[in-house]
């Protein structure tokens, strides 16, 4: 998903488009508040980000983001001095691209972003991850969750069940939608939403009988998100 933060409607609604047009969902704010409020409820895979918003400005919005982890941002401006586009470079953006704009250049951009992001992650994505108390491995293709007394319980997964646990573990607290979990997830099938809902209801189960209850949460009307600390 790509966050577009974007105070002229036209604009927000073309760049839209043209995203979707390319398999890419956008979701549009409208100023920097109303931004940082939908990153962290959606934790979008890319933000495409004006400087001259209202209120809050976008480099104001880019430090908050900053501050919370290193989703890519593309900065979007009418301004064509070099001094912001450096400030904007040194606050941390991936890339900078000026108005006015070709707007099928705007998604190739996005595109080679997430394409730099993936491959950069590329080994960290390798490495065991711990949320809470379960310990995933995609090397060995393992889940454990350790008990009260710490000792480690094997969860037997389907391999459908163990990538829907390691994505989610991936980004804790994030909400994955169902179209990204089935892509992810399930990429070899033409599995419907509901299937990915019968999926995750097993991995519940198996995660409360392991002692893990309610760490999966259903977002009503986005998707599922993984909560540690339940």
Not at 108 to 123: D, E
Request: proline fraction near 6%.
């Amino acid at each position: 998903m790509a966050l577009i933060v974007e105070d002229e409607p036209h604009i927000a609604s073309i760049l839209t488009a043209y995203l979707e047009r390319d398999g890419l969902r956008a979701q549009i704010a409208q100023d920097g508040t109303q931004a940082l409020q939908l990153f962290r409820q959606l934790r979008p895979d890319i933000v495409l980000l004006d400087i001259s918003l209202p209120g809050m400005d976008g480099l104001d919005v880019l430090r908050s983001i900053r501050d919370e982890g290193q989703t890519p941002v593309i900065m979007v401006s009418a301004m064509v001095d070099d001094v912001d586009k450096l400030l904007a470079l040194r606050l941390g953006a991936d890339d900078y691209v000026s108005k006015p704009f070709n707007p099928p250049e705007v998604v190739a951009r996005i595109r080679a972003v997430l394409r730099r992001t993936q491959v950069q992650n590329g080994k960290a994505q390798d490495a065991p991850i711990r949320v809470g108390q379960i310990e995933i491995d995609p090397q060995a293709h393992s889940a454990i969750v350790y008990d009260t007394a710490g000792h480690p319980v094997l969860l037997s997964l389907t391999l459908t069940e163990f990538r829907l646990l390691a994505c989610l573990a991936s980004q804790p607290r994030r909400c994955f939608s169902r179209t990204h979990l089935i892509d992810n997830c399930l990429p070899e099938s033409d599995a419907l939403e509901r299937v990915i809902d019968s999926h995750l209801s097993k991995l519940r189960r198996k995660l409360q009988l392991a002692g893990q209850e309610g760490m999966i949460e259903t977002v009503r009307g986005i998707g599922y998100r993984l909560w540690p600390g339940n």
